[in-house]
Every structure is written in C-alpha cells, then in structure tokens.
Nanobody, 123 residues
Framework: QVQLVESGGGLVQAGGSLRLSCAAS????????MAWFRQAPGKEREFVAT????????YYADSVKGRFSISRDNAKNTVYLQMNSLKPEDTAVYYC????????????????WGQGTQVTVSS
C-alpha cells in the first residue's frame, strides 16, 4: 500500500504560480512512477504530468507544457508540481497518483491516489 497526501493548493490570480506537493508513504513508494491529474467541475479527469522513478523522464500534457514542471525527491518521498503562468482554465482539483502501469497518460495505470487539492485561478 502507498499513501499519498497532496498540499499546496489555493487561490491565485491569473499569471501567478503555485507549487503542489505530494507526500508518499508506504511500501517502496520511491519505485513507483508518479503523476499529477486534474479534474475540473463537470469535466473528466485529465492527465497533467508524470515522472519516472528516477526522475530522469518527464512527460506533460500539451496544455501545460512549458508552464508546469514535475519533479521528485526520493529521499523525502515527495513529488512536486511547479505551476507557473497559471490560467483560469487550470482551475481544478489536482490529484497525485502512483503506479507501475505502462500507459503513463492513463489513470488506469496508477493504483494509488491522493485525496486531491483544489487550485483556483481567478481572472
């Protein structure tokens, strides 16, 4: 079992920045691929970013590429999502996920999920 707890969400003006954190605990959590997904009201959950276990490979949704950056510190069992140049359309609940599946853009590849943290971007 892996437990994930997100933090760092909040209200920010368009153009601002936030850094989300995801603290992981449990069995060999550092060996999992980690990802961030988000879900806006009335919309389906969507992939945001993912990072492999070593931190050497990262992938992003086109909508956040160049603005968001995912990183991990395995010594602290923490994954981060630095979000810059935020837009109102980034408003959503952001979820941290951990898994070993090979379809890295699909939520089905992640077995463990956090409770989510709200990000609201005002125009």
């Amino acid at each position: 079992q892996v437990q994930l707890v997100e933090s760092g969400g909040g209200l920010v003006q368009a153009g601002g920045s936030l850094r989300l954190s995801c603290a992981a605990s449990g069995r060999t959590s550092s060996s999992y691929r980690m990802a961030w997904f988000r879900q806006a009201p009335g919309k389906e959950r969507e992939f945001v970013a993912t990072i492999n276990w070593s931190g050497g490979r990262t992938y992003y949704a086109d909508s956040v590429k160049g603005r968001f950056s995912i990183s991990r510190d395995n010594a602290k069992n923490t994954v981060y999502l630095q979000m810059n140049s935020l837009k109102p359309e980034d408003t959503a609940v952001y979820y941290c996920a951990a898994g070993l599946g090979w379809q890295i853009y699909s939520g089905e590849s992640y077995a463990y999920w956090g409770q989510g943290t709200q990000v609201t971007v005002s125009s």
